[in-house]
């Protein structure tokens, strides 16, 4: 606390100390500028007595020049006393300059400053010239040299009336430059007099509100803490980080609190792990007997399976004979008939139809053994375009719009044909009966790097999710299904 309220106090001397400072420098500043305004009031008043004698000399010349009087004494002493003041600002004119450079402090100032010391310089060389033809005037007898001497001395003469003439307007210029400078830097010094007593009032304030908060504010938080640990709360802790008497009172009664939390922790943490091993166990369980219900499941369902094949392979044998005296008749009938029968076309999808029939049953005969595959290089393009040829005569495929989107370079795969054909044959069967008022059927195949993909898609109702476990297990059909 004592640290606290001794950073505080230096923090405000130590602004107070750097405004003082500030202060201090513009007031130097200001006497500077004061005495810049003095030496430019000076300078000004001898720029008007050297335009005042320039033009005095000038009026003399013209006198003298317009013949109305030969005495040049009064040339002479103006010319004198113009020279005069000049040698005077020589010697002040620099050391005023760079004082005026140094308080105004920007490219501008120092611009014109430049311009002012070119000017001046010219000043000086005109009026050396000047002065060497006044001289010459004085003791030439030539007239028609005077003449000469006259026009250069009034042209040189004008010249410098001109340039003092603009040397006072900027002089002029400067002097309020100046005294805007030191209004400024009186301004200034208002302002951060003004502010320095402002921030010490309020930040004297500021801390004795902090100082009083620092005391009290550990202090209810102390006492705020004691009722909470006494109502149970064993989690909370004292926030003071003080240093003084009041943070050493926290950190010890923070120490106590751990203790205790601690304690509680470890009471939490055995009923924790009994809580949940009881659940672990109890998934256990569960989960033990979803296994024997499955393990059930596909117990009956085997069974289901080979009675199935089994009665599949007596029936099989049946209908081998009907089908093999259809097969015979069907190819003695096409062999009598000429290529270009209709007829024949008809004979042949019949002789497709009773192969695939006997496939079916031998599919059956297989399904009780083990089953044999006849692979051989297959374009997945014709095996669709057959399948779809022989569902063409079917009525509902009537109402089917068939969109093929089939890669026409399509890679050749080993495969049973009559397996494949079979599988499409279901597939398309099953997506036309999900359409009963007609809808659109795509085929899609493409090449994926050595291999094909083959996608049958309709519009058709759908699957039932309920239905969708049943495919995996033969014979199965579902009339309303789609979207195979």
Request: net charge neutral; aromatic share 6%.
């Amino acid at each position: 606390m004592k640290r606290k309220l001794v950073v505080g106090l230096g923090l405000v001397l130590f602004i107070f100390v750097i405004s003082a400072m500030v202060v201090l420098k513009n007031l130097d500043n200001i006497v500077v500028n004061h005495r810049l305004i003095n030496e430019q009031d000076i300078i000004i008043g001898k720029y008007n007595e050297m335009l005042f004698q320039m033009k005095g000399a000038q009026a003399e010349l013209y006198r003298h020049q317009a013949g109305y009087t030969r005495n040049i004494d009064d040339l002479v002493d103006y010319i004198a006393a113009f020279d005069e003041n000049m040698e005077l600002l020589s010697r002040q004119y620099s050391s005023h300059l760079d004082d005026i450079a140094c308080m105004q402090c920007h490219e501008k100032i120092k611009e014109r400053l430049s311009l002012l010391r070119g000017i001046f310089t010219e000043i000086k060389r005109q009026i050396k010239d000047y002065k060497r033809d006044v001289s010459i005037l004085i003791t030439t007898n030539d007239s028609r040299q005077i003449k000469t001497l006259e026009d250069a001395a009034t042209k040189r003469g004008n010249a410098i009336t001109e340039l003092l003439g603009t040397v006072r307007h900027a002089a002029d210029k400067m002097r309020e430059e100046i005294k805007n400078k030191r209004n400024i830097l009186i301004g200034q010094s208002r302002s951060i007099i003004f502010f320095t007593i402002s921030f010490t009032i309020v930040f004297s304030i500021i801390i004795f509100i902090a100082v009083i908060k620092g005391i009290s504010a550990p202090i209810n938080s102390l006492i705020k803490g004691i009722q909470r640990i006494a109502s149970g709360d064993f989690s909370h802790r004292v926030d003071v980080h003080t240093k003084d008497e009041i943070g050493f009172m926290a950190e010890a009664f923070n120490n106590m609190v751990e203790k205790l939390n601690s304690t509680m922790e470890e009471k939490d943490t055995l009923l924790r792990k009994l809580r949940e091993f009881n659940e672990e166990l109890e998934k256990k369980v569960k989960d033990a007997t979803e296994e024997l219900r499955l393990t059930h499941e596909n117990m009956v369902r085997a069974e289901t399976l080979a009675a199935i094949g089994t009665l599949s392979a007596g029936v099989s044998h049946e209908i081998s004979t009907p089908l093999n005296t259809i097969l015979g008749y069907t190819q003695l009938v096409a062999s009598e008939l000429n290529d270009d029968s209709p007829i024949k076309k008809d004979l042949q999808i019949i002789e497709q139809e009773v192969v695939r029939c006997k496939r079916i049953v031998q599919g059956l005969l297989d399904f009780a053994r083990s089953p044999r595959y006849e692979e051989k290089l297959t374009d997945m393009n014709r095996i669709l375009n057959e399948t779809l040829t022989l569902l063409d005569y079917q009525p509902s495929m009537k109402r089917i719009v068939i969109k093929k989107d089939m890669e026409s370079n399509i890679n050749q795969v080993e495969a049973d044909q009559l397996q494949l054909k079979q599988v499409f044959i279901n597939i398309i069967l099953n997506a036309v009966q999900a359409m009963p008022e007609g809808g659109e059927l795509k085929i899609t195949t493409r090449n994926i790097n050595n291999g094909i993909e083959v996608a049958i898609s309709d519009t058709g109702i759908g699957i039932p999710e309920a239905e969708r476990k049943k495919y995996s297990n033969p014979f199965t059909q579902q009339k309303e299904m789609a979207q195979v």
